[in-house]
């Protein structure tokens, strides 16, 4: 796609970075309620492969998504660095709190409008439509991917219903 | 609109919804027994109503209220006779009202006219009966009006749901979270000096808080109940209009008013009564003619009754109608394969008929018993609610629906089991009984049949099911589970026990899912999913039986 960088991207100008299959994401601050370490979840039968399951968040049942399987990304082996960021994402007109199962934390980044480029059209983990742009540090010349969360939820629902055909004919 | 004007708006909009049904209760009991006292009722009704709407800068409604008030006064000295066309025309006016002033209106929809209307109907009745000689009533002063009126128009967003609390009650609750606060304190005071105490004496200081803690939840839990009669009021219009529209006579009954229930069931519970009332208006109760045909009065009752039973809320709608049509009934699901020649013809099988989603298509309404319209509908609302449907019908003398609801929807008493490291929640009131599994039925498999006291019992092992993973332990137990007249077993690792469970919604991703209908937390903070039992009966019904082939 050839749109111009989306004007959150550009007016947001700090991002939380996390490592997900050996490689550096980040997510605008403004979405990131809190970070917790990874505890136990409870598997939800039946639900999507990439909800790993639920967890107790202070009272509120919380689902956690596993990026990896969610971006067909190599999968995520459970360490003691492993963590939960807890984000707010819109989904289908509606705000959900949910959980995004991370390696590890990075770190707080300041990117301003010309540090974020346009992602190619190839060549990174993840389908470009999944990503804000391509943060590029200054301090040591890496490039950290800024995902677009709501339209990681929302274009998997396309591909599962694609998949799945609603059952037909209820009413005859 | 300022958020103050939007707030001061908002509180009058509950109020104006309230003073409304007020008086539409009242113009139907003027309409049964036409007397001074109730007429008084009206008018302060509506001069109270009109003092509002006025102040908030509604002044059609102001108006039309004003209007109404002059034809009352008209009835008052009788210069203008209470008869049945004037009785919808003043019921028509709250609609109006409802309208003016951006409520939806309660009526039957194909009776009502448009706001102006009903104002130019009003105002030419006025006109027509002016009064000869009695004063016409005396008037408070009018209401200051608005210095800048503000755009009338429908408000931007639903009202918000709200509750009136005793300001009694939120003082206590206030006071408990205040002691709450002290036993906590001293606990942790307690907890940091740990070693000066004995265990026993620490746990009698968490008991004192828990007590306190228990006494808030109930407490809150009151608060939220709301008696069924403000549910079930609107549906005297409903019937009297429908009745109307119908050339039926048909006297409305309600008893236990007064019995208290969560809100939130209050409000769930409106649709599928709507269906039961109207289907037993339409086609339950015959015409005035028919019923004389059959030696019953001309005019048939609808009552409705509610009461609690054993921890649960339990309403029959009863009419004393034709009854259910069951040679039609069984005819009809014999035809579309529904049921087997030889089947029995109980009032249970005649409600699973019915309820049939498929069943009651248009064409087919009136011709069966008519009972089906919107039934399925019902029937999801009511399990949706966690709660069952059961009818009585006898040929001839009328129909009742029973339905039993829980009280609550945050809280259920819950049956806990463990499969692997999982932890489930039955809901209590679907467990039958707990057995051993036989050692017979030790194989692996998702599904198997055992005897259970000669019958044959069906059942689902959790763990395959789930596709948890792992192997069974050595000993497997199986918890009976029931819905109705079904039942099934599951076979589950361990059986933890019963307690109060208090349900979470399982959020986006996970909603819906067959065999689950919400979640709970555990005492160490870990989430436990709550079976859906009706699913899990349907499920281990449907699945073949690979222990039979084995």
Known sequence: MSDPIEEPSAAATQYLSFQLAAQEYALGILRVKEIIEYDTVTPVPGAPPWVRGVFNLRGSVVPVVDLTVKLHLPPATLTRRSCIVVVEAHRAGETIVLGLLADAIGQVLDLGPEDVLRPPSFGTPVHADYLLGLGRLATDARFVLLLDIDRVLNAQEIALALAAPPASGERG | ?550
């Open chain 2, 1 to 550: 609109m300022t958020p103050e004007l939007q707030q001061v708006h908002a509180i009058f909009l509950v109020e104006a919804e309230e003073q409304l049904a007020t008086l539409e209760r009242e113009l139907l009991a003027l309409e049964r027994s036409p007397g001074p006292e109730v007429l008084r009722a009206v008018f302060r009704t509506v001069h109270t109503f009109k003092g509002g709407a006025a102040s908030v800068g509604h002044p059609e409604a102001a108006e039309l209220a004003h209007t109404l008030e002059d034809l009352l006064t008209l009835v008052e000295t009788r210069a203008v006779v209470l008869h049945a066309g004037l009785g919808s025309l003043l019921l028509q006016a709250v609609d109006a009202l409802r309208e003016r002033v951006g409520l939806s209106a309660t009526g039957d929809s194909t009776l009502s006219l448009p706001a102006a209307e009903v104002q130019d109907l009003l105002a030419n009745l006025v006109k027509a009966a002016r009064p000869v000689g009695g004063a016409p009533l005396e008037r408070a002063p009018e209401p200051p009006a608005p210095t800048e009126p503000e755009s009338p128009a429908a408000p931007e967003q639903a009202p918000e749901h709200t509750l009136r609390v005793g300001l009694s009650r939120l003082d206590r609750m206030l006071d408990l979270t205040g002691e709450i606060a002290i036993a906590r304190g001293r606990l942790a005071t307690m907890l940091s000096q740990a070693h000066r105490y004995t265990p026993q004496q620490l746990l009698e200081a968490h008991h004192e808080g828990d007590r306190l803690h228990l006494d808030l939840q109930e407490l809150v839990m009151k608060v939220r109940m709301v008696p069924i009669g403000r549910t079930l009021q609107p549906f005297a219009r409903a019937v009297r209009d429908l009745a109307l529209r119908l050339e039926k006579q048909v006297r409305w009954e309600v008893s236990g008013e007064d019995v208290e229930v969560d809100t939130t069931v209050a409000e769930l519970l409106r649709d599928p009564l709507t269906h039961l009332v109207r289907n037993a208006v339409d086609h339950g109760l015959e015409t005035p003619e028919r019923r004389r045909a059959r030696g019953k009065a001309p005019t048939g009752t609808l009552s409705v009754r509610a009461f609690h039973e054993a921890g649960t809320l339990v309403i029959q709608v009863a009419d004393d109608g034709a009854g259910l049509d069951r040679e039609r009934i069984l005819s009809r699901a014999r035809a579309v394969g529904l049921l087997g020649a030889e089947a029995p013809s109980d009032d249970d099988t005649l409600l699973r008929l019915i309820l049939e989603p498929g069943f009651s298509t248009a064409a087919h309404v009136t011709e069966l018993s008519g009972r089906g319209v919107g039934l399925d509908v019902v029937k999801r609302n009511v399990e949706a609610l966690r709660g069952t449907l059961q009818v009585e019908s006898t040929p001839g003398q009328g129909t009742t629906f029973h339905l039993r609801l829980p009280l609550t929807l945050s809280i259920i008493e819950g049956f806990s089991v463990a499969v692997g490291n999982e932890t489930y929640v039955i809901p209590l009131e679907h467990v039958h009984e707990c057995v051993e599994l036989p050692d017979a039925e030790r194989q692996p498999g998702r599904t198997g049949m055992i005897q259970l006291r000669g019958t044959a019992l069906p059942y689902l092992r959790l763990r395959e099911h789930f596709g948890l993973g792992g192997g069974p332990p050595a000993r497997e137990s199986l918890v009976v589970i029931g819905q109705g007249r079904g039942q099934a077993g599951l076979a589950v690792d361990a059986l933890l026990g019963q307690g109060q469970t208090v349900i979470k919604p399982l959020g986006t991703f996970c909603q819906g899912l067959p065999g689950l209908s919400g979640s709970t937390l555990l005492g160490d903070g870990r989430v436990a999913l709550i079976l859906d039992v009706p699913a899990l009966l349907q499920q281990t019904v449907k699945s073949p039986n690979p222990a039979a082939s084995a």
